[in-house]
């Protein structure tokens, strides 16, 4: 299936996409306490730091995902999200290496992530591990939370 998704980099105009975002910002709550959320809602997800990307099955959003630069040098993913009819079907691994491919592209020496540290985010964390991340402490802004867990990938 992933072999024949389509990406492009999104508005957020669609609101196809809006119910994914907002999916995902849902899920972010129901398993963390409000403070421990730093997910971008839709004013972060179109802000001048952030490229944002649906992934799509024909006319069904399979995935979403972003890239915030943090720096010259580095970078976040933020908001993946596979759309619940999409979980294991490869959605989720294409979406994460076409932001690793962007963030190489455009220079950047590593590559970061933020996500839960809860027992239902074992899937991403399973994902991040194939890919090349491992668990460091927080970077940026972050703190040290039992809700969260700090991955990096360095880029070549």
């Given at each position: 299936?992933?072999?024949?998704l ?8 669609d609101?196809?996409?809006?119910a ?17 959320v730093?997910?971008?809602?839709m004013?972060?997800?179109t ?8 992934g799509w099955d024909?006319d069904?959003v399979?995935v979403?995902g ?16 596979v ?7 490869g959605?989720g691994?294409?979406m994460?290496r076409l932001?690793?491919?962007e963030?190489?592209a ?15 985010f074992?899937?991403a ?14 970077f940026?802004?972050?703190?040290e939370?039992?809700f969260?867990v700090?991955?990096?990938r360095?880029?070549?």
């Amino acid at each position: 299936m992933a072999a024949a998704l389509s990406f492009r980099i999104d508005d957020l105009t669609d609101e196809r996409v809006r119910a994914l975002v907002r999916r995902h910002l849902e899920g972010m709550f129901e398993t963390s306490p409000p403070e421990n959320v730093f997910a971008l809602d839709m004013d972060g997800l179109t802000g001048p730091d952030v490229t944002f990307w649906s992934g799509w099955d024909g006319d069904e959003v399979a995935v979403i995902g972003a890239l915030k630069t943090l720096d010259p040098a580095n970078g976040e993913i933020k908001s993946m999200r596979v759309a619940d009819e999409h979980l294991g079907k490869g959605a989720g691994r294409a979406m994460l290496r076409l932001i690793i491919d962007e963030a190489e592209a455009r220079g950047m020496s590593t590559l970061w992530l933020e996500t839960g540290g809860v027992e239902s985010f074992g899937p991403a964390l399973g994902l991040y591990e194939s890919e090349g991340f491992t668990v460091t402490g927080p970077f940026a802004d972050y703190k040290e939370s039992e809700f969260s867990v700090f991955m990096a990938r360095a880029l070549v």
